[in-house]
């Protein structure tokens, strides 16, 4: 048995790409190193067209660990050789615990730790691919491979209750008391200081300071759906003429983006703003942020939305409905929180919505107050580390693999009991 915070972590990510799972792997191996901890950072390489999350990780003074034919794309060769890297690795750096995030990782991740016997094995659900990814003799394939890991998982963490509640009971990936519910945690500081306009995003978007400015953030990828987004931008114009769009983002389907805007008449009203690396002058400029996806966990735009002080409209998929504050209030088709609005993923049902929150300016500033408040509490970067610590540590010593001792934090609450049901 070892004892005291020098064992290892060992965390791998398929790709540090924007999102919020990369923005995750960077901070928590940051903190736990902070902690004391040896914590390492493994990872595949971002592909041309995606944003990458590399630069913070270096601000961050994290030194990833490159799998270079590690992509979440399906290859059998290069997922073979990715294994056996991470095989070598794991038997080179004899961590106790891994913490795998996103699927691809999280099969050869933790394929590599059975073979190498690695004691602790985690796995976070951010998302998950059984929902509007592939088809449906693919899916079940995914399906069973999720459900043989499960058994060979010490803790499955899910990001919001919602999605805990899929993988239990819906998809059945491990029985209930195996799966855990621990909210993300973010440095949102930044975004916390947000107060009013700043103007360059929209002189970007030739959108004066009186005109109303509504955005989209995220990757142009199919399940995030942008063209939604659009269709929602030509209702939206309709009633209101003098409003403007910004995209920010980029991927495999700008292109189609910018057709549609060709094509509906959208030129000059749309602008498509690209990755931005500092979001807070984005939000800062918004009025409204629109979510289109078809599939969620917990979205780092809407976070990164409460916490600038800004409302949404969001659809209702995934983990999204547990991000809404207060007592829902049922409108035309929709439901009004008191920090934004859920839609089903109907572009007339988002435009009702979007006229409504665009023509009550108090109603955009008290929903914007009420998600700030939601952000600050429960989504910091310090609850996220103290959780994942209590966790790590419960399983090290249930596992026997780690001696009760002074210098590892006792929880005073077991993080399973925390947060489960």
């Not at 990715?82 to 050869?108: D, N, Q």
């Not at 009633?239 to 995209?247: G, N, T, Y």
Request: with cysteine; net charge positive; proline share 5%.
């Amino acid at each position: 048995m070892k004892s005291g915070r020098g064992f290892t972590i060992a965390r791998l990510i398929a790709r540090l790409n924007v999102g919020g799972p990369s923005t995750q792997a960077i901070l928590m191996t940051e903190a736990f190193q902070k902690k004391g901890y040896r914590a390492l950072l493994l990872t595949g390489e971002v592909p041309a067209g995606e944003g990458s999350m590399e630069y913070l990780a270096h601000e961050r003074g994290v030194r990833p660990i490159k799998i270079t034919k590690l992509s979440r794309q399906l290859s059998s060769a290069a997922d073979l050789q990715s294994f056996w890297r991470l095989v070598r690795l794991f038997r080179r750096e004899r961590p106790m615990i891994l913490h795998t995030h996103t699927a691809k990782a999280g099969t050869l991740g933790r394929l590599a730790a059975m073979v190498t016997g690695v004691p602790v094995r985690v796995h976070t659900f951010h998302g998950h691919v059984f929902s509007g990814y592939f088809s449906p003799g693919l899916t079940r394939i995914f399906l069973a491979i999720e459900r043989f890991l499960g058994r060979h998982t010490d803790c499955i963490i899910a990001i919001s209750r919602s999605q805990r509640q899929e993988l239990v009971e819906i998809y059945k990936i491990a029985p209930p008391d195996k799966v855990v519910t621990i909210p993300l945690g973010f440095d949102l500081d930044r975004f916390l200081q947000v107060n009013g306009q700043e103007g360059s995003l929209r002189a970007a978007a030739g959108c004066s300071r009186e005109a109303a400015l509504v955005g989209w953030i995220g990757r142009m990828t199919a399940i995030k759906a942008p063209a939604l987004f659009l269709e929602s931008a030509v209702r939206i114009r309709a009633a209101l003429p003098s409003v403007q769009f910004v995209m920010v983002g980029d991927g495999e389907l700008r292109a189609d983006c910018e057709a549609h805007i060709r094509q509906t008449g959208l030129h000059g009203k749309v602008v498509l703003a690209g990755w931005k690396r500092d979001l807070s002058p984005v939000y800062a400029d918004l009025d409204l942020l629109l979510l289109t996806s078809i599939n969620e966990g917990t979205p780092l735009a809407l976070l990164e939305a409460m916490a600038s002080g800004r409302p949404f409209i969001a659809t209702d998929v995934g983990g999204v409905r547990d991000l809404m504050t207060g007592t829902a209030r049922r409108e035309q088709g929709w439901e009004r929180f008191e920090n934004g609005i859920l839609v089903p993923r109907d572009s007339r049902r988002i435009a009702e919505a979007a006229q409504y929150l665009l023509l009550r300016p108090e109603l955009r500033q008290e929903m914007g107050r009420a998600g700030r408040e939601f952000v600050r509490n429960h989504y910091s970067c310090g609850r996220l580390a103290a959780d994942l610590e209590q966790l790590y540590v419960q399983l090290a010593r249930q596992k026997k693999c780690l001696e009760e001792n002074n210098d590892v934090p006792s929880p005073s609450e077991p993080a399973i009991a925390k947060y489960s049901p």
